[in-house]
């Protein structure tokens, strides 16, 4: 006979058995399970978490190529649709031609326009190119000179002919200004590329001076952000000589003062007048 007063004695037995075993017992499996399944949903989105970890992009680094511009400006320059990418963090404008694939991007930078006295935005990098155009020193050094050459007979024709001095290359404005002409220095003397906004005699201000009158050029940057006026009456004479319109697009540069002497009622006057060079692009 068991001594266990717990134990069935007879198969018959265990569904008493089943019923007298300890409710506790039961509540701490109950508990266990629970306790489980609750610990495997906690563990999944953790799983989830991981993944997308390991799905995230990469951070932006210094290279351009996965930089966002801040701004963005196309406009044709020396026959050629150009773009600008100005990146304010970086301190770079980026200018690139899709029809010259084989060029290098261009980095304008506020050291290369300090050095070009030009204003570091767009408009500056515009005139920037406009003067130096899209090949790399080295470039513009190992091509070959676009100069046509002369034959000997030629010049030998032109000679017989009087004709030799048409055979010579156009003088330049600046060459063929009159030698009593102060030159400009500084950013005075850098030329100045824009849109025709308006010109004629217009009266000029100054604090604690006689208003007077005197021809005045207004231009307009290519981008349109500002714009600049010029005085002298030698516009007058540009803008008759080369037919100039509102809305053209040219290049004004400043070449000095011109000094010249005007005689008034018997006497002998001093006088000087702003000098320009200007080119229709």
Known sequence: ????PQAPKKPDDFAFALLSFPFDTLEAIGSRIASAFTSKSKQQPKESESAQVVERMP?????????????V???????????????HAAKIIRITCRELRHLKPIDFTPAIAEGAALVYDIDGAIQWVRQNGLESNAAKRAAPSAAPRVSKE??????????????KPAVSA??????????ATGNKSMPFTG??????VTEIKIEGRKPYSTYAMTLQSETGTYKKQFIGEHLADLVADHCLREGQLVRLQLLGKHHFEVTENGKVEQRSRNHYAIQTL
């Open 195 to 200: 849109k025709i906004a308006s010109f004629g």
């Open 59 to 71: 951070d932006i680094t210094a290279n351009q190529q996965y930089m966002i511009a801040d701004r």
């Open 73 to 87: 400006y196309r406009t044709e320059v020396r026959g050629h649709n150009v773009s600008f990418y100005q990146y």
């Open 154 to 167: 030629a010049v030998k024709t032109a000679e017989s002919k009087d004709d030799l001095v048409h055979a």
């Open 1 to 4: 006979m068991s001594l266990n």
């Open 174 to 183: 600046a060459a063929a200004a009159p030698l009593n002409i102060t030159p």
